[in-house]
């Protein structure tokens, strides 16, 4: 097991790059395995794990990247990756987007991702950009189940930038059926995505453990517990 300090924006580097991509992985190093601990200075508040809910900061990507994925997010080297969407395309006119769903993409429960909950997690939306990201998408339509269409009200050439940014984090996708279901709340106290890691225990302010996704559509994480833990005294954290 490893133990990892961290200041908070390395940290967020860190998880993204070990959790995004499969492990830092290259031909000369292995990626981390087994068990790792993330330890940083604050305390994990619940409603970092829900996405609709993002306040446009660096803290809560690293629960981001983690538990959910997104149609399309920044990953190592490439700043508007693909990912629950394999493809998109704008029209001619600047009015449309399309996205097409990758094939078998599963949320933690063993649910598939569809068009459906990609509409349901853009109009749940209501974080730091919600009200410039509704102010210019006219509808979200579901052309049939692998497939979504973005109508804006007029060309806006920022519409990526804002919808598949982490400066908004409103491209993650959440499982509409299960959210109905536990409601707002149940769902930040036990969340599902479609992430590398589903949350396997909670202590609210305190510590979070994580367990790799089996059936995660890019790569299995090497990495199979990845405990995220509050330890406000620096002391005891450099201690560790």
């Given at each position: 097991m490893s133990v990892m300090r961290r200041s908070l924006r390395p940290l967020v580097l860190l998880v993204v790059a070990v959790l995004g991509s499969g492990g830092l992985t290259s031909a000369r190093a292995q990626p981390p395995a087994g068990q790792m601990t993330l330890v940083y200075n604050i305390s994990i508040v619940p409603r970092w794990f829900d996405p609709a809910e993002s306040e446009g900061l660096v803290t809560p990507f690293i629960f981001y990247y983690a538990i959910?994925?997104?149609?399309?997010?920044p990953m190592p080297g490439?700043?508007?990756?693909?990912c629950l969407?394999?493809?998109?395309?704008?029209?001619?006119?600047?009015?449309?987007?399309?996205?097409?769903?990758?094939?078998?993409t599963r949320f933690h429960n063993?649910?598939?991702?569809?068009?459906?909950?990609?509409?349901?997690?853009?109009?749940?939306?209501?974080?730091?950009?919600?009200r410039t990201l509704k102010e210019h998408v006219a509808s979200v339509e579901i052309v049939d189940p692998?497939?979504?269409?973005?109508?804006?009200?007029?060309?806006?050439p920022d519409f990526m930038t804002f919808y598949a940014s982490p400066a908004t984090g409103a491209a993650w996708i959440v499982p509409k059926k299960y959210v109905e279901q536990v409601g707002d709340?149940?769902?930040?106290?036990?969340?599902?995505?479609?992430?590398?890691?589903?949350?396997?225990?909670?202590?609210?302010?305190?510590?979070?453990?994580?367990?790799?996704?089996?059936?995660?559509?890019r790569k299995t994480p090497s990495v199979k517990t990845l405990v995220l833990r509050s330890i406000p005294d620096e002391s005891v954290r450099l201690a560790m």
């Open positions: 959910h994925d997104a149609l399309v997010k490439n700043a508007s990756a693909p969407a394999e493809s998109w395309t704008a029209s001619p006119d600047g009015l449309t987007y399309e996205f097409v769903l990758r094939k078998n063993g649910e598939t991702v569809t068009a459906d909950d990609v509409k349901f997690s853009f109009e749940r939306y209501h974080g730091a950009s919600a692998l497939r979504v269409r973005f109508r804006l009200k007029r060309p806006w709340e149940g769902f930040k106290k036990a969340p599902i995505g479609a992430g590398p890691y589903r949350v396997l225990a909670f202590k609210p302010g305190v510590e979070v453990t994580l367990e790799a996704h089996e059936q995660y559509w």
